[in-house]
């Protein structure tokens, strides 16, 4: 059970990371990014966060 907490809790570490990542402002359309995170019992599976379409306030 353990483990899984923490594996838990290092997908939202990087899924927070590539939030703010892509939230930076920068001169050029950001592209996507893809990060692997190692999942007990699973194993590696790669989340892809994009950038927000649209305007921003």
Do not use: D, T
Request: glycine residues 6%.
């Amino acid at each position: 059970m353990r483990p899984l907490l923490r594996a838990a809790a290092l997908l939202l570490a990087l899924l927070s990371a590539c939030a703010h990542a892509i939230a930076a402002p920068r001169p050029h359309r950001p592209r996507a990014v893809s990060v692997p995170v190692f999942l007990p019992g699973v194993g590696r599976v790669w989340i892809s966060a994009h950038p927000a379409s649209g305007r921003r306030r």
